[in-house]
C-alpha cells in the first residue's frame, strides 16, 4: 500500500480538532501509544530506507514495515501493515533473530479519519517531550493530501515531510 504523508509542526490542537469535526472527520482513537523501531546491528534497514516497526495503540498491536520511495514535499513510502496478538511477545522474537531497538517513542495521540484522509495529532511523551503538539496528514497520494492541507487553511509550505527522526533532529538541534 502507498503511504503519502506530512507533518505541520507546533499546532493547537483544539483549533486543528475544531476544523476536523467540521469538516466531517470522525475521531477513531485517542490514548497512548507506543512505538519501537527495529533495525540488525549493522543499521541495514535504515541504511537502505526501510523501517521495522512495531507498534502499540490502545489495545491494539501492529508490525509495520515501510521502504521510502520519495522524500520530497511528501514523504512518501510502501507500506505493509498487520495486526498481531502480543506486543511483549514479538519484541521477545525480534530479540531472538538478532533485531535491535533503534528507537522507542510514546506519544498520547487523537486519531481522526475523514473519507480516505488519516490525521494524526501526537504530543510525545517522555525522552521526546520536548516535541510541540503536531499534526499529521496520510492520504493514498499526493493531490489528495495537499487539497485537505488547503482546506485546513494551510499551505504546502507549513508542510514537512518529516519520518519521526528526521522530527526528533529537527527539534534536538533548536535547543
Known sequence: MKEVEVKILDIDREEIEK???ALGAEKTFEGEMTAIYWDFPDKSLRANKRTFRLRQE??????????????QHMKVNREEEVTISDFET?????????????LRTVKDRVSYQYKDIKFEIDDYTGNFGYIPVFLEIEGENEEAVEKIVKKLGYTMNDCKPFSTNDLILHYRNTL
Not at 58 to 71: E, N, P, S
Open 90 to 102: 514479538m519484541q521477545y522474537i525480534f530479540r531472538s533473530i538478532g533485531l535491535r531497538t533503534n
Open 58 to 71: 490502545g489495545d491494539t498491536t501492529k508490525l509495520t514495515f515501510k521502504t521510502r520511495v520519495k522524500h
Open 19 to 21: 476544523k476536523l469535526v
